[in-house]
């Protein structure tokens, strides 16, 4: 603890630190990159769950309730970045959402937004990767919920939306905590797909498993890579015990008991 | 008056259903029958959450599906309160926020008891901060009658609502079912493959089997009927009679006064003036051609063979007796009614022990009217 506090006194001006990692990240002060790579990576991971939320809700109710022809090829689709190489995923971000992709070009002439080398880039392929971990603890907390409950708020004058937000949604509320707290938790660790899309840039695009990838590839870097690694470990078991405290208490309010 | 014609078809060769029938449009009809006969289904079509290939249902005026125009409202808007046998309290609110949930979302104009007064009838105050994981399932059962009630609706449809509780439950739930009847001033209908809550609620009795009405008609008048399988075949079989308490003395017979005659029971309904229903088994019912002597049955009733008929098994007959304008009917076996040479028109008398009334199928029944 002491000796990161004074580390952190030394760095004076994070703005210095080197663009390419281990250059001569020693001499720098390792406390403020570490720091900032957990923010980062805080950010990233807290950034890609904002977006996934909501389309991985929407897709999980499709996947569970709604019967339709290609819904085995859309579960497919969804469920994809788990079995391919999240080098590959990062990849294909590249050819859609770079400046020449057939998403990135107009985002970047109409909107003047670049993801590509950047930290919404980074949360982009962070949101991806984790997609179907949200989309299967959603559905997960759908399947839960008895249709009968359902049936029983139309009967009491409850149209679909309403009784969306007044009994599915509650109901599955676990589930969603769930998927969000996993992919939280996973999006701080997501390597493959965010350095190929997003690249390792130090306070942009550098988040814990890059910097300690970057660290292992320093000479002297063992210390941080396990102060970072430490870091990591720490960070994901408070995601999962947080997640089961708060599991635990909402299964209480909804009456199922823990 | 409610109006109601379904037919749907599962799968190619699957279950069939092909109903038609009216309800009065107050009071309870019960649709009865075996497991599987459709019974649910047919509510499910009145409620909107099944859409059957053909159909109409008109409640109060109002179509709600007319399948020749076109018509299906949804079921969020057809105002049918559905009670489920297995309740469907929302888990995540309290008793209060499940009574309230229909309430919030029933139409301004629609009429019906308040908040308090279907907490009060159904014996809800206590229950309202609770969850619905911590009641009974008798008690769950009552909030979710006030649930439906409160949602102010056309008609109150209820699936086998005490088919899930154990003895002692029904018991405490039948009686609130019976003050909700009268309290209601809607149309029931009642899903049941019980007798005994024919015998306490129904006005109107629907027998289903396979998929088609049987029959339909006042329960009374059908209970007194011998042709129909579903209600002679049982052991049970019987007539309902509607009474009044005319003497209840502790320590003596209560003496009850139905059109024709009396019975002397040991059951105790209540005080002098209670109406109730009894259901009086053709297996208790004896007869004889001279009045008998030295007998301890206690209920001698001069009655005539109305008519003979088959039952079931082939060594027994259904003797349709006319004890004034009512009618009972005794189950003798063949070799008796030939012994005694029983003929329509024949003067008899009909021998009925006072400790035959069964006291689950006597409760008092304020609501019907005779």
């Not at chain 1, 957990?38 to 890609?48: G, M, Q, T």
């Not at chain 1, 770079?98 to 003047?112: S, Y």
């Not at chain 2, 308090?116 to 909030?143: K, N």
């Not at chain 2, 005539?304 to 189950?331: C, D, N």
Request: glycine share 10%.
């Amino acid at each position: 603890m002491q000796r990161r506090a004074g580390a952190a006194s030394a760095s004076r001006s994070p703005n210095d630190a080197p663009c390419v990692p281990g250059a001569d990240a020693v001499s720098v002060g390792l406390a403020a990159e570490e720091w900032q790579a957990v923010r980062l990576s805080l950010e990233v991971a807290s950034r890609s769950v904002l977006v996934s939320l909501l389309p991985a809700i929407a897709i999980a109710w499709v996947l569970a309730r709604r019967r339709f022809p290609g819904r085995m090829l859309l579960d497919a689709l969804v469920h994809l970045p788990l079995v391919v190489p999240p080098v590959v995923v990062g990849w294909a971000l590249l050819m859609l959402f770079g400046v020449q992709g057939p998403i990135g070009a107009p985002l970047h002439a109409w909107f003047g937004v670049r993801l590509v080398f950047t930290t919404e880039g980074a949360a982009l392929a962070t949101a991806v990767m984790s997609f179907p971990l949200i989309v299967r603890a959603v559905r997960l907390g759908i399947e839960h919920v008895d249709p009968g409950l359902e049936a029983a708020a139309r009967t009491l004058g409850a149209g679909p939306i309403d009784r969306f937000l007044t009994v599915t949604l509650p109901l599955m509320s676990p589930g969603i905590l769930a998927g969000a707290v996993t992919a939280f938790a996973a999006g701080l660790g997501e390597f493959g797909a965010v350095i190929t899309f997003a690249s390792n840039i130090p306070g942009e695009t550098q988040t814990l498993p890059l910097a300690i990838y970057s660290a292992t590839q320093t000479p002297g870097g063992e210390a941080m890579a396990a102060r970072l690694a430490l870091i990591s470990f720490v960070l994901a078991m408070a995601g999962l015990l947080l997640a089961e405290v708060i599991a635990r208490r909402m299964h209480l309010l909804l009456g199922r008991g823990a | 008056m409610p109006e109601v014609a379904l037919r749907h078809r599962f799968g190619r060769e699957g279950f069939r259903l092909d109903c038609a029938f009216g309800a009065p449009a107050v009071g309870v009809t019960t649709l009865f029958g075996p497991s599987g006969c459709g019974k649910s289904t047919v509510l499910s079509g009145i409620a909107g959450l099944l859409r059957p290939q053909e159909g109409r249902v008109v409640l109060d005026g109002a179509v709600l599906l007319d399948t020749a125009s076109g018509i299906c409202v949804a079921a969020e808007r057809r105002r049918c309160g559905m009670v489920f046998q297995d309740a469907r309290l929302f888990p995540h609110l309290s008793v209060a926020g499940n009574l309230r949930y229909g309430l919030r979302r029933a139409p301004r104009d629609a009429t019906g008891p308040g908040f308090d007064e279907v907490v009060a009838l159904l014996g809800i105050g206590h229950l309202l901060e609770r969850r619905p994981a911590g009641l009974s399932g008798g008690e769950r059962q009552r909030v979710a009658l006030g649930r439906a009630l409160l949602s102010r609706p056309r008609i109150l449809l209820m699936d086998e609502p005490l088919a899930a509780l154990d003895a002692a439950r029904r018991a405490e739930v039948l009686p609130f079912l019976a003050r909700l009847r009268d309290a209601a001033r809607l149309p029931i209908l009642y899903v049941t493959h019980a007798l005994d809550e024919v015998d306490a609620l129904a006005d109107h009795l629907v027998l289903m089997d396979h998929g088609r009405v049987v029959a339909e008609g006042p329960a009374e008048a059908l209970a007194a009927r011998s042709d129909l399988p579903l209600l002679s075949g049982r052991r049970d079989a019987g007539v309902l009679l509607p009474c009044t308490v005319r003497a209840a003395e502790p320590g003596a017979l209560a003496r009850l006064a139905f059109a024709g005659g009396e019975l002397r029971t040991t059951l105790h309904p209540g005080p002098p003036g209670t109406r109730l229903r009894v259901r009086l088994r053709a297996r208790d019912v004896a007869v004889a051609v001279e009045e008998p002597r030295g007998i301890s049955t206690s209920n001698i009733l001069a009655a005539t063979v109305a008519e003979i008929r088959a039952a079931g098994e082939p060594s027994e007959i259904f003797v349709h007796l006319a004890v004034g304008p009512s009618l009972l009917l005794a189950r003798i076996t063949r070799d008796s009614a030939e012994r005694l040479a029983l003929r329509p028109g024949l003067p008899v008398w009909a021998l009925v022990k006072a400790v035959t009334f069964d006291h689950r199928a006597a409760r008092p029944a304020a609501g019907w009217e005779a």
